[in-house]
């Protein structure tokens, strides 16, 4: 399978989908107007990849901030995720955010309420 | 006076840091942005704030381009649209407005005083509840945006509706973010 890479710009993340490697990563902005059209391709590439996993999956989310339609899709990884977590493969989330920044600290706590796997929150200094 | 002067005078009593009227798209919007995070920067907003006050004006923004998107009014409506961001008091206040029909003038004003009733527990609550179990289309934001907007601001959503014609009104709608952090008594 290929891996999926997508340079970040002014209003989408950089995505990193290493199907090797079972690392992935969104780095940046999400606040595209047609979040459909963005997230579509990368939710399709994670139920290909979700057919036949690494032994272990590691998404990184580093986002700066995003827009409420984003919020959805990036709820539609973590539930691929998390279906592959309950199916028995190993997955590990890493959510970043900078010290300062409590919206981005409170959106990763909304998520880990939201499904179960469990999401590491690290401070980023800034 | 002046015209130049009369608006120079505005701009510097009411602190605008951007004004812009006209049909708002989506590469309106990144330049929209652009200009207020580089407006916000030079007067040396911490990072936290200017991250804060720009991901709310884009919720803002963008909530006009989905209505046009969804909702085809006549194109002299969408060049009515406008966007102000200024700084007064200690906040930041985002100021938006676009033509809308009367029928969504009443889901609005039902949607947003719902909004300002709702306590921040109640906002979280339904946030979470939305997020989970979008009711309507996925692509558009399922009304998610202003309860995102009334729940990280801490504060009520302003707004107003100017008559216009038979069929459409004005819609004007104000948030402020604070420059510093509101503080929650428990």
């Known amino acids: 399978m290929e891996s999926l890479i997508i340079e970040n710009t002014n209003k989408t ?55 409420t339609s984003s ?27 900078d010290s300062e920044d409590e919206d981005m600290l409170q959106t990763g706590e909304d998520f880990r309420q939201i499904v179960k796997i469990p999401i590491e929150m690290t401070e980023l200094e800034s | 006076m002046s015209v130049v002067d009369k608006y120079h005078q505005i701009i510097q ?15 309106t919007v990144t330049y929209l942005m652009k200009l207020a995070e580089q407006n916000i920067a030079s007067i040396n907003e911490k990072l936290i704030i200017r991250k804060k006050v720009i991901s709310i004006l884009v919720e803002a923004v963008q909530n006009i381009v989905n209505y046009f998107a969804e909702e ?7 060049n009515e649209s406008f966007v102000i961001l200024s700084m007064q008091n200690n906040q930041y206040e985002i100021y938006v407005g676009n033509y809308v029909s009367r029928h969504r003038m009443r889901a609005l004003k039902k949607r947003i005083d719902n909004v300002n009733m709702m306590s921040p527990e109640d906002l979280q609550k339904v946030y979470l509840d939305i997020l989970e179990n979008p009711k309507v289309s996925i692509t558009r934001g399922a009304g998610l945006g202003l309860i995102d ?38």
């Open chain 1, 71 to 97: 919020s959805m899709y990036i709820l539609g990884i973590l539930k691929r995720l998390e279906k592959m977590h309950a199916e028995g493969k190993k997955v590990r989330v890493s959510w970043y955010y």
């Open chain 1, 13 to 67: 993340p950089k995505v990193f989908f290493n199907a090797l490697s079972g690392k992935m990563e969104l780095v940046g902005r999400s606040i595209p107007e047609n979040s459909y059209q963005f997230y579509e391709p990368l939710l399709q590439w994670l139920d290909e990849y979700a057919k036949n996993p690494q032994e272990q999956t590691h998404f990184t989310f580093k986002l700066d901030y995003f827009n």
């Open chain 2, 13 to 27: 009593k009411e602190k605008v840091l951007l004004a812009y009227k006209g049909c708002i798209d989506g590469d």
């Open chain 2, 72 to 78: 085809s009014l006549d194109k002299s409506f969408e």
């Open chain 2, 149 to 186: 907007m009334a729940r990280r601001t801490q504060n009520k959503i302003n707004y107003l509706f100017a008559e216009h014609d038979q069929d459409h009104v004005l819609f004007m709608m104000n948030i402020n973010v604070a420059r510093v952090k509101n503080v929650v008594l428990s």
